[in-house]
């Protein structure tokens, strides 16, 4: 298996632009996740699905956030619009119930300007 | 509301030495808990995980012990390797199978 698949792997935007941020789960997976790395907060849960719904979007910062999960293979995090504090590293992961170990994403920087 | 904390942004140890990283959790619901490693431009891994019934798991160089009653989770690596220099996170998971992250303790082992 490819592992989870994110892209890009690195943005650079300015300020007031939307982002798109996708994100392939592992096939099989049923739990999707999205987190930010910060410095200050580690990595921080924005969001979670399971079967394509969202359980749980306490995490996501502000109504500039948005995430969908259309299919068990495809997922997005928008941000519309975008700011410089909105700067990080977002990963992505998915697990499957049970298995109790979430697969982590090669990450997308997002650098606003 | 930071449900996990690892209150240690930084550790050095000497090669060969016992690496010992610590995490502190505040909700008594957790029913797993997970370490995962990471290094630079990389994504998280999993590292080494213990349910919330035992109190010790051990996988080779890594173990991880569990103190419920002190809500408290550590860490012990040895021997120390300059591989092994990343940075740890703890993680604990809710029953709705939702991951809580710490801060992050980056390791720095010196050869």
């Known amino acids: 298996d490819a592992g989870v698949i994110q892209s890009p792997r690195h943005e650079v935007t300015e300020m007031g632009q939307e982002v798109t941020l996708r994100c392939k789960p592992i096939?099989?997976?049923?739990?999707l996740f999205w987190y930010r790395q910060t410095m200050m907060r580690g990595l921080e849960l924005l969001i979670y699905?399971?079967?394509?719904?969202?359980?749980?979007d306490s995490g996501m910062p502000e109504d500039r956030f948005s995430a969908k999960m259309p299919n068990a293979s495809f997922s997005t995090l928008k941000i519309q619009p975008s700011e410089p504090r909105d700067s990080a590293v977002y990963f992505c992961?998915?697990?499957?119930?049970?298995?109790?170990?979430?697969?982590f994403g090669a990450g997308s920087r997002l650098t606003v300007l | 509301d930071q449900q996990v904390k690892q209150n240690s942004p930084s550790l050095s140890v000497q090669e060969g030495r016992i690496s010992i990283l610590n995490c502190d959790y505040t909700?008594?619901?957790?029913?797993?808990f997970l370490w995962y490693k990471k290094y630079p431009a990389e994504g998280p891994t999993f590292l080494i995980s213990?349910?919330?019934?035992?109190d010790k798991n051990e996988d080779g160089r890594f173990t991880v012990f569990l103190n419920k009653s002190a809500k408290h989770l550590s860490l012990h690596i040895v021997p120390s390797q300059p591989g092994d220099s990343a940075v740890y996170f703890c993680?604990?998971?809710?029953?709705?199978?939702?991951?809580?992250f710490g801060t992050g303790t980056r390791l720095k082992v010196l050869a």
């Open positions: 909700n008594s619901m957790f029913d797993y």
């Open positions: 699905f399971n079967n394509n719904v969202p359980i749980d």
């Open positions: 993680a604990a998971r809710t029953g709705t199978y939702k991951y809580i």
């Open positions: 992961a998915s697990s499957r119930m049970r298995a109790n170990v979430l697969t």
């Open positions: 213990i349910s919330s019934i035992k």
């Open positions: 096939s099989g997976h049923d739990y």
